[in-house]
């Protein structure tokens, strides 16, 4: 069995996404059996126990220091034998505590192409730099910011009279059709990282 916790900060639409596909699909031997948030008022932890799934919430400010914080995390993945950690719009940094312990077991989704426009508005400098296109990129997560190992990436065309607005939906679109399959394809063991390259079975 591969429990999933899902880390998301805000409305959590991918949440959703993922949450929908594991009750009509299934994700193999994979389950999300815990929702994070560092926010108590993100609209992500109603989602999750609507859907009868665990939360847990706290923040680095209810923490004397970043280490205690993430000593915190680290114990509460710990508690629920978290075997894959999957960010969904969540807005900090994992620290290396973390990092190093679930190595290649945590994996995040950008709404850009990376390595092009890294960081939290990727739909909108790409837009604002005027590329004709953009898309998702589903990643492993690294000591770096957007920087790990590519899982999937799909591609998506910008058109002439697309706004800010009509780019962002076709955005989330892909990202709720590709994350759950990268998070399929994990739990069923058919993802191989061999140096920055991923291959899937």
């Known amino acids: 069995m591969t429990n999933i916790a899902v880390f998301a900060s805000g409305f959590g639409s991918n949440l959703q996404a993922l949450i929908d596909y594991q009750k009509k699909h299934g994700f193999g031997n994979g389950k999300i059996v815990l929702v994070f948030s560092n926010n108590a008022e993100a609209f992500a932890l109603k989602r999750a126990k609507r859907n009868k799934i665990k939360t847990c919430t706290f923040s680095p400010q209810s923490h004397n220091s970043r280490k205690e914080y993430d000593d915190a995390i680290d114990f509460m993945l710990a508690q629920n034998n978290i075997d894959l ?117």
Request: net charge neutral; proline share 4%; hydrophobic share 40%.
């Open 85 to 201: 950690i999957v960010l969904a719009g969540y807005m900090l940094l994992l620290g290396p505590t973390i990092i190093n312990k679930y190595r290649n077991r945590i994996i995040n989704i950008h709404p850009a192409l990376l390595p092009s426009f890294k960081g939290t508005h990727g739909i909108r400098d790409a837009f604002d730099y005027g590329v004709k296109v953009t898309g998702v990129t589903v990643h492993f997560v690294d000591e770096g910011l957007d920087s790990g190992p590519i899982i999937m990436q799909e591609a998506l065309s910008i058109k002439q009279d697309d706004t800010i607005e009509t780019v962002e939906e076709n955005i989330h679109a892909v990202e709720h059709k590709i994350y759950p399959l990268a998070v399929k394809y994990f739990c069923e063991g058919r993802i191989l990282l061999k140096g920055r390259k991923v291959k899937i079975l």
